[in-house]
């Protein structure tokens, strides 16, 4: 079982600084409704939990969670899968914890046991949004755009941690393809945005999604593949 979680900064080799012991998250603002627009990077607003995620030394030594005051017990089974998928070390992600079924389906009961202390409900997954830091190098102040690129270029998709699938410019899109599986809303990132704590504004916003009759189960393979499921196979 891991640790107990220190707050302590935490050592990177090859690098003159130390991840932070904590980075208060940005939170996005409401948006209206679904639109498209080329300054913006679009994705699913996952039915999970925001999670940080602190990879060091090749283990995941950190893991914050809103509402978890150990969030890398309750996820214990992610300290393999998550630093064998990455490309570098000191490194500081933001992302979504949720709970998959036996056939890889999202449950939100599921997670709500796991919260509650039932390490037995489901599998966990982790699905990574942004890179805050890697190789030990404080990476906020870069706009989201090469978060992403880096981002992608370093976390390989397993089976569990994945990067999440987004979408340029489509939001319009990417809404319509998502109703159907019953999620709420969808994110959009301002590409040129800095990550900041506190309210995001603009560069950061949640958009409902109107709501149609649910004719899918959402699944995390499918929702990745998105919108395309068709041309995927």
């Known amino acids: 079982m891991p640790g107990e979680q220190l707050d302590l900064p935490i050592s ?20 209206v409704a679904p639109f498209d627009d080329p300054r913006y990077l679009f994705e699913a607003w996952w039915p999970g939990i925001r999670a940080q ?4 030394g090749g283990q995941l030594i950190r893991l914050r969670a809103e509402g978890l005051a150990d969030a890398l017990v ?55 949004s942004d890179m ?27 089976d569990r941690c994945v990067v999440s699938h987004a979408l340029l410019g489509e939001g319009t899109l990417l809404a319509e393809a998502l109703a159907r599986f019953g999620l709420g809303a969808i994110s959009a990132r301002r590409l040129d945005a800095r ?15 109107a709501p149609v009759a649910q ?7 499918l929702i990745q593949r998105l919108p395309f499921l068709d041309e995927a196979g």
């Open 12 to 31: 990177t080799s090859g690098a003159g600084e130390r991840l932070p012991a904590r980075v208060s998250p940005m939170q996005p603002s409401e948006g």
């Open 53 to 56: 995620a602190w990879v060091e």
């Open 74 to 128: 309750a996820f214990g089974e992610l300290t393999d899968e998550l630093p064998e998928q990455l490309l570098d070390d000191g490194v500081l992600l933001d992302g979504w914890l949720l709970a998959l079924d036996e056939g890889g389906w999202l449950d939100t009961e599921l997670l709500r046991r796991r919260m509650g202390g039932d390490r037995s409900a489901g599998r966990p997954a982790y699905v990574a």
């Open 132 to 158: 805050l830091w890697t190789n030990g190098e404080d990476w906020q102040r870069r706009p989201f755009s090469a978060r992403r690129e880096r981002l992608a270029a370093t976390l390989r998709d397993g």
């Open 195 to 209: 990550y900041r704590s506190g309210s995001a504004g603009e560069a950061w916003l949640r958009v409902p999604v």
């Open 215 to 221: 004719t899918e189960r959402p699944r995390l393979a």
